[in-house]
């Protein structure tokens, strides 16, 4: 009984989120930009280059990794920028994952209805913001520095 109970519980919380299971959720959106385009075309980009949802992805962290290369390359190819990325390399984190494909599709329905736009930002959303805004600042840091350091060595020394 309390089985039934905790599945129709789940039901009726997947089904009031209104979450779309083949769809990447907004933080998954909002890693990705190109100039012109909004969500929907970001949107249709990442599935077209066969990105799938967190239940859906390996659990297996090289494999993962594969499957993040695969769909980097061909949203690099389709002249999109990864925001999370830097002169060191990308940055990505492995999705949770549990044993049950139930409790995974919990997770993504719960991640989905948390970063719709109405409801308000998620913590994951904040955390990645925060990130993106880091690595921004940090490359406009370097760039500084370089040229900072390009205009010291081209002045003449005197002597």
């Given amino acids: 009984m309390k089985k039934t109970l905790k599945l129709l519980s789940c039901m009726a919380l997947l089904s009031t989120a209104g979450c779309q299971l083949g769809t990447p959720p907004p933080s998954t ?3 990705w930009e190109k100039s012109g385009t909004d969500r929907a075309v970001i949107e249709q980009s990442l599935l077209k280059c066969g990105w ?3 239940y859906a992805s390996s659990s297996d962290m090289n494999a993962y990794a594969s499957e993040f290369a ?3 390359e061909c949203m690099k190819k389709a002249g999109y920028r990864y ?4 002169s060191k390399g990308i940055y990505f984190t492995q999705p ?3 044993d049950s494909f139930l409790t995974d599709l919990m997770i993504a329905g719960y991640q989905k209805f948390m970063d719709n736009d109405t409801f308000g930002v ?3 959303t904040r955390k990645e913001r925060a990130m993106i805004a880091h690595f921004e600042n940090e490359r406009k840091r370097q760039q500084t520095k370089k040229s ?3 205009r010291s060595s081209k002045r003449p020394t005197h002597s």
């Fill in 29 to 31: 959106l909002a890693l």
């Fill in 52 to 54: 799938k949802p967190v």
């Fill in 70 to 72: 695969s769909v980097y």
């Fill in 83 to 86: 925001k999370l990325q830097d």
């Fill in 96 to 98: 949770p994952k549990s």
């Fill in 122 to 124: 998620s913590n994951t």
């Fill in 148 to 150: 900072l350091q390009k």
